[in-house]
Nanobody, 125 residues
């Protein structure tokens, strides 16, 4: 079993940067793909991207490609989401989720079995 906690959210201006953390406790972190999702008010949950359990493979949704970067430190059981050039459209609650061990996860939230509580990111001038 895995427990996930997001942190690092906040309110920033357009063009600013933020780094979100997904911190885990449990035994399967280093063998689990971690996905990031976001949900804006009144909208469906949206896949942001994912990082494989080794960290060697990353996947990004089109709206964030070139601006967001995933990395992970398995020794510290932490995944990082570096967000640059933030836009008002990035405003949402961001959540990380863990796939089943040694599976890719993908875009479908149903493939992720453990979820954090989310952290609010607000971009406004």
């Amino acid at each position: 079993q895995l427990q996930l906690v997001e942190s690092g959210g906040g309110s920033v201006q357009p063009g600013d940067s933020l780094t979100l953390l997904c911190s885990a406790s449990g035994t399967t972190f280093s063998s689990s793909t971690i996905g990031w999702f976001r949900q804006a008010p009144g909208k469906d949950r949206e896949f942001v991207g994912a990082i494989s359990w080794t960290g060697r493979s990353t996947y990004y949704a089109d709206p964030v490609k070139g601006r967001f970067t995933f990395s992970r430190d398995n020794a510290k059981k932490t995944v990082f989401l570096q967000m640059n050039s933030l836009k008002p459209a990035d405003t949402a609650i961001y959540s990380c989720a863990s796939g089943r061990p040694y599976t890719s996860g993908g875009r479908d939230p149903k493939n992720y079995i453990y979820w954090g509580q989310g952290t609010q990111v607000t971009i406004s001038s």
